[in-house]
């Protein structure tokens, strides 16, 4: 299904057609190239593709000075064959030239410039979680594949307008839940359902990040403010969570524990002493499919080392992932052990790339395979609505001490 423009009401972008000519901020002209309505294109779902030709992406929010874009999905998309970096935004005149002269590709001031001006294919959305949608919801209505980092939206409704939009445009998304692209996760996974371990008995996931302590530098203020939809329990919470399900199974009911272990931060460079508005520990505990107990702690505020490991044990064996990095489980390698032994996992055409970008390798290896095959593998924005919905029922359990029952929770 093509684009509607009448899909996405009063968007910015509703009305602009699909080829045209923009003027650039810098002042010259670039000719969009609707590149799905030529034969060779990859620009839309659907249509007859060149394999010749890599999906051209475009990454919002890639700084030259840091952060997750530039440490994972730039050399994702530049090390895997069938993928392009083709362009760059950040959100100013200054930080975008200096991002286009690090990454050689061209530079846009703002996330909504590169939808419009960018020649690209593949938008992907590494702005902070306030920004996501105003993005999305542009590249959507442009007809462009959208990779957007997780958590999707700042709230159930911000995501379920995104997933709507998502379905009515007809193209290819991705949400950025990386660890289900481990070649590890996913071993684990099928050995899990292979029976490889018996019947499932228990999961217990442990995982810690340097994020969440009393120090609170200036940029990771916005972390702090609930009404952003990006803390411990939205991120390495759901990180967690989201993998023991893939590998151990849906959860049928959880109660949660949500507490304060730094109650006062210190705040900016200022370091002005006030209370966590948010939580830097959670627990919980839930049963998986009809009987199997899962257990999750997740702490924030560790220094030195950042562990993770999830133990899923059967009535037969037992399988152990581990890993862990300073922004957390997500953000690292995982590796897994069964009964106790290493286990041999080929990661593939994601072997070479570092720990940070391997599993951001797999999600756009995945994107890119459904574009080229009109497939669709990859884990979208249905199941980060779905993922929200669990989250949202985490606060309540901890707030109102009662366990909560599935109810549109991930299947897996
Ligand atoms: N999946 C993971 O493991 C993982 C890890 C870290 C961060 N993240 C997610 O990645 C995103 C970015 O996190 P970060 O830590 O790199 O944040 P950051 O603040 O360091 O970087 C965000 C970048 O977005 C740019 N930006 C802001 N508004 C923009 C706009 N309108 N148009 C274009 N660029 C704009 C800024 O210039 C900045 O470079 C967040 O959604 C975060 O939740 C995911």
């Known amino acids: 299904m093509l684009v509607s423009r009448s899909t996405i009401p009063n968007h910015p972008f509703a009305d602009i057609p699909r080829t045209l000519r923009f003027s650039r901020p ?32 475009g990454v919002v929010g890639a700084s030259a ?15 895997l064959k069938g993928l392009e970096l083709a362009a760059v935004a950040t959100n100013g005149r200054a930080t975008a030239d200096a991002a286009s002269r690090a990454f050689g590709v061209p530079g846009f001031p703002s996330g909504l410039d590169l939808v419009r001006d960018g020649d690209v294919d593949v938008v992907a959305v590494c702005t902070r979680v306030p920004d996501h949608r105003e993005i999305v919801l542009a590249a959507l209505a442009a007809g462009k594949h959208v990779y957007c980092e997780w958590p999707l939206g700042c709230d159930i409704a911000e995501a379920e307008e ?9 193209v290819h998304v991705a949400i950025g839940l990386q660890l289900r692209r481990s070649p590890a996760v996913l071993t684990a996974r099928d050995l899990v359902a292979s029976g490889a371990i018996g019947r499932p008995l228990s999961a217990s996931a442990l995982s810690t990040t340097m994020g969440f302590g009393p120090e ?31 590998v151990a199974g849906p959860l049928t009911d959880l109660g949660a524990l949500l507490t304060r272990q730094f109650p006062i931060i210190r705040a900016g460079d200022a370091r002005e002493e006030r209370p966590r508005a948010t939580f830097d520990h959670l627990l919980v505990h839930g049963t998986l499919g009809s009987e199997a107990a899962l257990s999750v702690g997740v702490s924030g505020g560790r220094t030195g080392s950042t562990p993770f490991r999830l133990e899923v044990v059967g009535e037969t064996g037992s399988l152990l992932l581990e890993g862990g990095a300073p922004r957390g489980l997500q953000s690292g390698r995982v590796r897994l052990s069964r009964d106790g032994s290493p286990q041999p996992v080929d990661e593939g055409e994601l072997a070479d790339l570092s720990d940070a ?4 390798g797999g999600v756009y290896a995945a994107l890119r395979d459904d574009v080229r095959e009109g497939a669709s593998t990859s884990v979208g924005f249905d199941h980060a609505v779905r993922l929200t919905r669990l989250l949202t029922e985490v606060f309540a359990a901890s707030e109102t001490g009662r366990r909560r029952t599935a109810d549109g929770w991930p299947v897996r």
Request: glycine letters at 10%; proline letters at 3%; charged letters at 20%.
């Open 65 to 79: 000075r840091g952060g997750w874009a530039r440490d994972s999905h730039v050399p994702a998309i530049q090390a």
């Open 216 to 246: 609170v530098p200036s940029q990771f203020l916005y972390l702090e403010d609930p009404a952003n939809f990006a803390n411990l329990v939205t991120i390495q919470g759901a990180h967690t969570l989201d993998l023991a399900l893939t």
């Open 357 to 360: 970008a391997a599993n951001v």
């Open 162 to 170: 995104m997933a709507a939009a998502a379905a009515a445009a007809g």
């Open 26 to 57: 810098a002042g010259c002209y670039l000719e969009i190239r609707d590149r799905s309505s030529r034969s060779g294109g990859f620009g839309r779902a659907g249509k007859e593709r060149d394999m010749r030709d890599a999906l051209r992406v």
